[in-house]
């Protein structure tokens, strides 16, 4: 069972790159969302889609967009990186009563 | 809206003695609870969850949390820890069962070290 698959796991980007981490998964889930995993932090929510063409912001959404195409897929688009998102990210999804499902994590560098 | 609370940043603990990780919750209605843990370099794993019933709940590698409203708490144990416990633990709360449209909220985190 694939579950939650991100890509890439690693990238470094320069300042001021633009790049797209994918999220895809198999379980046929309603929610999907975007964490980000800096030390000391935990995980903070940055957008998360309650369906097949939406999306919502969540804690940290700044400098991010998103888009939720198709069910199984949601991608996390940075336009314009800057050094501040250095981190790991993290997708997850869920169908309403039953536990959430993270993937391996996604670890990005800006320099 | 929901906040965790994990007082603790590390915790060190000899082989073979017991565990006990804290986690307090801030919500206004039942919570969902959850406990995961993440190795080095690594996702994250559910070990157990809180939906509703029975207060003490077990979970996976022999864990178990007891959820305690009047105190908001739900704190991680293990009778007898393994140089394999060695992680980071996260507590969760969510408002609803599944998610929902405002995902989890994650406590900071604790740092298990285990003592050989």
């Known amino acids: 069972n694939a579950g939650v698959t991100q890509t890439p796991k690693f990238r470094v980007l320069k300042t001021g790159q633009s790049m797209t981490l994918l999220c895809a998964q198999d379980?046929?889930?309603?929610?999907m969302y975007w964490y980000r995993q800096d030390p000391g932090m935990g995980l903070r929510l940055i957008h998360y889609s309650v369906g097949e063409g939406t999306t919502a912001k969540g804690e940290v959404p700044d400098g991010y967009n998103v888009s939720r195409l198709k069910k199984q897929n949601f991608l996390l688009g940075l336009e314009s990186a800057a050094p501040s998102q250095t981190s790991v990210y993290f997708c997850?999804?869920?169908?309403?009563?039953?536990?959430?499902?993270f993937g391996e994590g996604s670890w990005l560098t800006v320099v | 809206a929901q906040s965790v609370t994990q007082p603790d940043i590390h915790i060190t603990v000899s082989e073979g003695a017991s565990l006990e990780l804290r986690c307090n919750y801030s919500?206004?209605?039942?919570?969902?609870l959850f406990w995961y843990v993440q190795s080095p370099g690594q996702g994250l794993q559910l070990l157990l969850k809180?939906?509703?019933?029975?207060?003490l709940v077990q979970g996976i590698k022999g864990f178990e949390a007891e959820f305690k409203r009047s105190q908001s708490s739900f704190n991680l144990r293990k009778p007898s820890v393994h140089w394999s416990d060695a992680a980071e633990y996260f507590c969760?709360?969510?408002?609803?069962?599944?998610?929902?449209?405002?995902?989890?909220?994650f406590g900071k985190g604790t740092h298990l070290i285990i003592q050989p």
């Open positions: 969760a709360v969510a408002a609803d069962s599944g998610g929902g449209a405002d995902g989890l909220t």
């Open positions: 809180y939906f509703s019933g029975d207060t």
């Open positions: 919500y206004g209605a039942t919570p969902y």
């Open positions: 997850a999804s869920s169908y309403t009563g039953n536990t959430i499902y």
């Open positions: 379980m046929n889930h309603e929610y």
